[in-house]
């Protein structure tokens, strides 16, 4: 049964980069036809859908983040990872990251992440 | 982008009550429609994908139907354990979008 752990800093100060890792477990992260996605949820809010990152590499990322994202995956550690800079205030949130095949069918435990100096 | 919109943003129910969710889209997104159900602190929880698929795993209970705009998700007899919050979430098109929530409480 495939399980995912998100991992990283829950404190990133203001205009720094905010670095997660999406641990797989369970599975190859290489098998099968998945993307493997990366979503937040503020405070009190609704969920976001930020991007993600096919098996082999090609990305779609959220327009409102475009300019700030990276995705990446490393198949030889099976993980994916999140790279958001220059971030504010605005995104504190819980991160969580999925797979996604015919919708998000497994998800981390989400991570909390807050900016703040 | 895509907007979904979710109707009621909340809904007050009884146990054994019918429960129905509506998710309208912006656009035609086919069937590229998913159900989610979410408790405080816990990741969501996939409960119906492509419109009209019960994820394994989740109760007969659940249902969903819909294509192009309109959308509803239906609980036939609700449980102690569904009051929660529901979202839609529409994969036809890139960014993903989700509805604005549905928080179902007790009556």
């Known amino acids: 049964q495939v399980q995912l752990q998100e991992s990283g800093p829950g404190l990133v100060k203001p205009s720094q980069t905010l670095s997660l890792t999406c641990t797989v477990s369970g599975g190859s992260i290489s098998s099968g036809s998945y993307y493997w996605s990366w979503i937040r949820q503020p405070a009190g809010k609704g969920l976001e859908w930020i991007g993600r990152?096919?098996?082999?590499?090609?990305?779609n990322y959220n327009p409102s983040l475009k300019s700030r994202v990276t995705i990446s995956v490393d198949t030889s550690k099976n993980q994916f990872s999140l790279k958001l800079s220059s971030v504010t205030a605005a995104d504190t949130a819980v991160y969580y990251c999925?797979?996604?095949?015919?919708?998000?069918?497994?998800w981390g435990q989400g991570t909390t992440v807050t900016v703040s100096s | 982008d895509i907007q979904m919109t979710q109707s009621p943003s909340s809904l007050s129910a009884s146990v054994g009550d019918r429960v129905t969710i509506t998710c309208r889209a912006s656009q035609s997104i086919s069937s590229y429609l998913n159900w989610y159900q979410q408790k405080p602190g816990k990741a969501p929880k996939l409960l119906i994908y492509?419109?009209?698929s019960l994820q394994s795993g989740v109760p007969s209970r659940f249902s969903g139907s819909g294509s192009g705009t309109d959308f509803t998700l239906t609980i036939s007899s609700l449980q102690p354990e569904d009051f929660a919050t529901y979202y839609c979430q529409q994969s036809y098109s890139t960014p993903s979008t989700f509805g604005q929530g549905t928080r179902l409480e007790i009556k």
């Open positions: 999925a797979r996604d095949s015919a919708g998000m069918d497994v």
């Open positions: 990152i096919y098996t082999s590499g090609s990305t």
């Open positions: 492509a419109a009209s």
